[in-house]
């Protein structure tokens, strides 16, 4: 059996051609409070919104949007940004790539369930420094925190003065 580690490499360009993008995950910012949401799923483990494109997916935006509402119920602004790709490999496997984008909160609707896998995530929103220890990501999330946090610059969002983490449910 192979023990050699899955590595993820980050890259702040586009997806090369022919490497198959397999999820879209978003950086997702509310422009009151500047923080971004990492949704705490039921098992107690936290992760970014999003998920693998479908083929009904008009493009990445529609899939961050899609994915964020179906998890966390949160409408995203059409105005998203693409921060880059992680490239991961595994060993024995074909190597992919995973997109991360930024996006900003337009809506917190009512909490229900992933129509999905049932799953009722909560939805916990932190600063942009503290999200990459909450997620356990390393140093890929360090960098993709870094991109989100030029993004809601660009923006005009208070991302270096956000309010204090807590739950918005």
């Known amino acids: 059996m192979d023990d050699q580690p899955v590595e993820y490499v980050w890259h702040h360009g ?20 500047g923080r971004v949401l990492i949704q705490e799923q039921d098992d107690g483990t936290f992760s970014l919104p999003g998920g693998t494109p ?24 059409p105005a998203t940004g693409y ?11 074909l190597v992919i790539a995973q997109v991360r ?28 420094a503290a999200a990459p220890g909450v997620l356990g990501w390393g140093q890929p999330a360090e960098a993709q925190a870094r991109a989100a946090a030029a993004a809601g610059r660009r923006w ?14």
Request: with cysteine; glycine share 8%; aromatic share 8%.
């Open 14 to 33: 586009p997806v090369p051609a022919g490497l198959t993008v397999t999820q879209v995950y978003g950086w997702l910012l509310c422009p009151v409070t």
């Open 101 to 128: 984008m930024a996006g900003i909160i337009t809506e917190f609707a009512a909490r229900a369930p992933d129509p999905d896998n049932g799953r009722l995530n909560r939805r916990y929103m932190t600063s942009l």
């Open 156 to 169: 005009g969002l208070p991302v270096d003065r956000p309010a204090a983490p807590g739950y918005e449910d």
């Open 83 to 93: 921060l880059g790709y992680q490239e991961v490999r595994q060993p024995g496997r």
């Open 54 to 77: 479908e083929p009904f997916d008009a493009d990445r935006d529609a899939t961050l949007a899609r994915e964020a509402f179906e998890e966390n119920q949160v409408r995203i602004s």
